[in-house]
């Protein structure tokens, strides 16, 4: 149950980015007098779909293969290499999209990548007006940090003392978990006890580590020292007091992320029908187990009394729109750095190319709003992004033809723009059928 879940979180978040997507195409179309034919979610190959109605002219439709969608203009690049040339003859030509000025088919074009930012945008101010931002409380007081495997690869060791990261002491939550840490050369202020001395050190994580944080998860990396540690719990092994986990630190609880006492309390009673896995680290380690409960319910823990991880704090509409604004940027900022890596060649692709398998893996087996907008805003930016790729059929190969246009004042030729496209749907496709290999591949090392 929990995969259909899974599925279904993913398939309404990929609705909803192409739908909006389209829209902006098709609003733009409209505003230039551009007669739309089709708007289709998802496509229609083989002429097949699952639903289609006509509205003042336009088709809408729903089609059965969910790899994007399309906007169907009157006179547009496409039909100029249709088999029956007349297909739009019935079309004025003041309503064609070929006849529109360079400008206007720019923006029709680019409409697209606005409204997928535009969506980012609207989502991430929804999130902080609603969620407020949470600051992290213990930085620059002792947030002692327990290193993760990635951790321990950079240096990190258990105990260690963060003071700043990138200088920047003054954290949120979302900073934490994105722009401070997502990217390369990332550098992390910390105080380690060495006997009776604590020695100020700045630890520098290469961008392959961080490229791994980002595809494996922060606590993989590190997590801060929570409100509450394991002092024992059943294990369903023999159902006997595990002391080899004494004093670890729950982290996860059923792969949903845990930062705080209250938080484990929340994915308790959300899981009492389910079998409870816990993520703990220890000595460093990360490990997954299925815990027991008692008779009563319970499994064993003990609290201490360290300060809060995050203090909550409301947010205005304006300080929403500011924090909403450097989320959108940041996220762009590194998914393009990401890109850079991967052209460069510091990030291998197998590591850096992530594709629609891997990505619906990101949604819970359950649903939680935070995190399902979350991810929808992320996605969203990222496929504005990626359809600036100079590649057609994306946005960004037909803007980089009009730009061309706009330039030389002259149309491109027919023989052109059709080795143009066909070039860019076979790299399309071969790009695609790497990271659905790597995908599987990924998937596979992670079961076995």
Known sequence: ??????????????????????????????????????????????????????????????????????????????????????????????????????????????????????????????????????????????????????????????????????????????????????????????????????????VAVSPKIMQLVADKGLTQFFSLKAGFQVDSFFTNVDLRRNQAFKKAHIIALNGDSVRSYNDFIIRLKENEQRQLYLTVIHDGKTSTMLAHRDKDGHIGFSLNTNLPVFKPERVSIGQSLSAGSTKVWSTIAQNSKGLSQLVSGEVKAKDGLVGPVRIATLFSGHFEAKRFWGLVALLSTALALLNVIPLAPMDGGVMAVLLYEAVTRKPVSRTFWAFFYLAGVVAIMLLSGYVLFNDIRALHQVSS
């Not at 006179?75 to 003859?89: F, V």
């Not at 690869?153 to 994105?178: C, F, K, M, R």
């Open 1 to 202: 149950m929990s995969i259909l879940i899974m599925i279904a979180q993913f398939l309404v978040g990929l609705s909803l980015l192409v739908f909006i997507h389209e829209l902006g195409h098709f609003l733009a179309a409209k505003a230039f007098g551009i007669r739309v034919k089709k708007f289709y979610l998802f496509f229609d190959t083989f002429s097949k779909r699952l639903f289609r109605f006509n509205y003042k002219g336009t088709e809408f439709g729903i089609g059965w293969l969910p790899l994007g969608g399309y906007v169907r203009m009157a006179g547009s690049i496409a039909t100029a290499d249709d088999s029956d040339p007349d297909e739009d003859a019935d079309v004025p030509p003041a309503h064609r999209y070929g006849h529109k000025p360079v400008w206007q088919r720019l923006i029709v074009m680019s409409a697209g990548i606005f409204m997928n930012l535009l969506l980012a945008l609207l989502v991430y101010c929804g999130m902080f007006l609603y969620y407020g931002r949470n600051q992290v409380a213990v930085f620059g007081k002792n947030a002692i940090i327990l290193p993760g495997q990635l951790g321990l690869q950079a240096g990190l060791q258990p105990g260690d003392e963060v003071t700043s990261i990138n200088a920047d002491s003054a954290l949120y939550e979302d900073e934490l978990l994105s722009t401070h840490l997502m990217h390369g050369n990332t550098v992390l202020s910390i105080v380690r006890r060495q006997g009776k001395e604590r020695v100020h050190l700045h």
